[in-house]
């Protein structure tokens, strides 16, 4: 008898461990119990019969507590995905010399299917287009498994859209699934009131030093308009972008008017009075950069702000001066005057410029647009000659940038930049002068691997060659370089004119002068090959050329691309292919593609 009894025993465990084969085995902390679910049911009602039986026990009154309520827990982590007619099985072996073991065996059997779903909107809300919309994106379709947790999840979104909107008193009058008595219907039934909508009411700033005029002028929404929280998203987004305030909280107010209006508390603390900043960069078209800027958020209560910067390069040295007085709005309608010194190489021309910007800079939707009239005093010198220049230029510049995705690294998107300037021998200009110039850089994903980067700028002035010997050389277009045709050294391409020395045995040299013409275009292939690295294989071309003289400069090459969080880091290897003597050339850049 008792060898017989031994033997089952046995028999019984080498058939659970058969059995187990078909589990997957769920392993906790704990040391005194663990459990399986057989592997044949999918995974994320597995997911959920672990999430509702919780933590393993501690202890051995945890533990006859755990197993006690298994099964309840098991039928109702599964009835809570519509399966109301499965069969559990549960079993528990018990060993004296470790950790239990708790055997969960389920046949899921048919779901209970959504037969008719029932909604009633009452109140302010019944009219708003809003609700209509959710409900038709969300409905719960006929004869669909019913899930508990999307009609959960539908009652919260639903009343989170009634706040977002402004529909405080909002509440459910009925809510309710009912399950046939045959466990294979259900039917859906909601009633939800969104009582008043509340409006905008009184907007109270914080006692700050700023005409409350300038303020008024951030508040993008009008008083007893309907309340919605992205007006308060964006007014305290433009608070923000101003840079007068280092912090801002805005708040709106629980104690409701009786006239249905939130008054909206506005809490804010002005910036510091001054900000200096130091950097150091490099890209191969300037080499090393340092620069220096020292920048007043607010000067006095009207909104008035300066920056002041100077970045040294051996190429490029810049020094620029800004002060900025809000007109209409502090971010979207400002006067700013800018003055700007800087030396530039232009091919074979050396330049030293200041110039002086007076401009009136307006957003609408987007679309900055920028009205200027700038004084220009250019001294340049090519081959050994020196030459001076003065000019006043009136000008409009447009420009537009759309995106998606990350502001540092787009998934889409589409800048555009347009610029027109005119000058006149009779408004104190060394030349009549017309010159129009154009970007373009268009951005696109095919999935989250392949991406392509276009380019292309296009530039246009008069006088043609006729008068291109005496324009400044900042006036003219060139080209070459890391943000135009990779493989060619920066403004290195243009047309040329031969030099008045000779160089050897009576030969002239050719000295690159710029064009009045430009033309250039790009394609590029980006690569993610791994979570932060593209590889990128490119083509670029070009010109910089005179009036039916243009000569297609050609480059292509690889390069790779590391996404750090300011932007991606780009390391490309251009070949000049239509040089007189092709060859390798390396570009690093850092910065947002838009």
């Known amino acids: 008898m008792i060898k017989k009894t031994c033997t089952d025993l046995m028999m019984m465990h080498k058939s659970l461990l058969l059995l187990l084969v078909f589990f997957i085995p769920i392993f906790v902390s704990a040391n005194n119990l663990n459990f399986s679910v057989n592997k044949d049911i999918p995974m994320d009602i597995i997911n959920n019969i672990n999430s509702h039986l919780g933590d393993l026990p501690n202890n051995q009154a945890e533990r006859r507590l755990f197993i006690y309520n298994a099964k309840n827990k098991v039928t109702k982590a599964l009835q809570a995905l519509g399966y109301y007619r499965s069969d559990i099985t549960i079993t528990t072996l018990e060993n004296t010399d470790g950790p239990w073991h708790l055997n969960i065996e389920v046949m899921l059997n048919e779901p209970t299917l959504v037969k008719s779903t029932k909604f009633i909107i009452s109140g302010d809300g019944q009219t708003d287009p809003i609700f209509k919309e959710f409900i038709r994106q969300n409905i719960f379709e006929d004869n669909k498994k019913l899930n508990h947790g999307i009609y959960e999840d539908f009652k919260i979104s639903l009343t989170s859209l009634a706040l977002k909107y402004g529909y405080f008193d909002a509440r459910f009058l009925e809510s309710r699934i009912a399950i046939h008595q045959s466990y294979h219907s259900a039917e859906i039934y909601i009633h939800f009131d969104t009582g008043q909508q509340y409006h905008f009411g009184e907007i109270n700033f914080s006692d700050v030093e700023i005409e409350d005029e300038l303020l008024t002028q951030l508040v993008p929404f009008k008083a007893s308009e309907p309340y919605h929280i992205k007006h308060l998203r964006e007014f305290q987004n433009q608070l923000v972008q101003t840079q007068y305030f280092d912090n801002v909280i805005i708040t709106p107010k629980t104690n409701i008017s009786s006239d249905g209006k939130i008054p909206i508390d506005v809490n804010l603390e002005i910036n510091d009075k001054h900000h200096l900043e130091f950097g150091i960069g490099y890209a191969t078209d300037t080499d090393l950069r340092v620069s220096a800027g020292w920048e007043t958020p607010l000067i006095n209560s009207y909104g008035h702000q300066q920056k002041t910067k100077i970045t040294y390069s051996r190429i490029n040295p810049v020094g620029q001066f800004n002060y900025t007085i809000p ?268």
Not at 346 to 375: F, P, V
Not at 376 to 405: C, H, M, N
């Open 327 to 594: 007109l209409s709005h502090p971010l979207k309608d400002i006067l700013q005057f800018e003055l700007r010194l800087e030396d530039d190489i232009y091919g074979d021309i050396s330049s030293k410029y200041w110039s002086a910007r007076l401009s009136r800079i307006r957003n609408k939707t987007g679309l900055i647009s920028e009205y200027y009239l700038r004084y220009l005093q250019e001294d340049w010198s090519r081959d050994g000659d020196k030459y001076a220049t003065t000019y006043f230029i009136p000008g409009i510049t447009w420009s537009k940038v759309t995106r998606g995705g990350s502001p540092v690294n787009p998934s889409k998107g589409f800048s555009q930049y347009y610029n027109l300037e005119i000058s006149h021998t009779a408004i104190e200009a060394d030349i009549n002068l017309a010159r129009f110039h154009a970007k373009w850089k268009y951005i696109t994903n095919i999935n989250e691997k392949h991406r392509f980067v276009a380019r292309a700028e296009f530039g246009i002035l008069e006088p043609d060659s006729a008068g291109l010997s005496k324009l400044s050389p900042s006036l003219r277009f060139f080209t070459g370089g890391d943000q135009s045709i990779r493989g060619f050294a920066y403004h290195s391409i243009g047309s040329r004119v031969s030099s008045d020395k000779d160089i050897s045995d009576g030969q002239k040299n050719q000295l690159v002068v710029g064009g009045s013409r430009l033309s250039v275009g790009s394609f590029e292939y980006q690569y993610q090959f791994a979570e932060k690295w593209r590889a990128v294989l490119f083509v670029d071309a070009g010109d910089a050329y005179t009036k039916n003289n243009m000569k297609l400069k050609y480059s292509i090459g690889p390069g790779i691309h590391y996404l750090s969080p300011i932007g991606a880091i780009r390391l490309d290897l251009g070949y000049s292919l239509s040089k007189d003597n092709p060859s390798w050339r390396i570009h690093f850049n850092l910065g947002a593609e838009l």
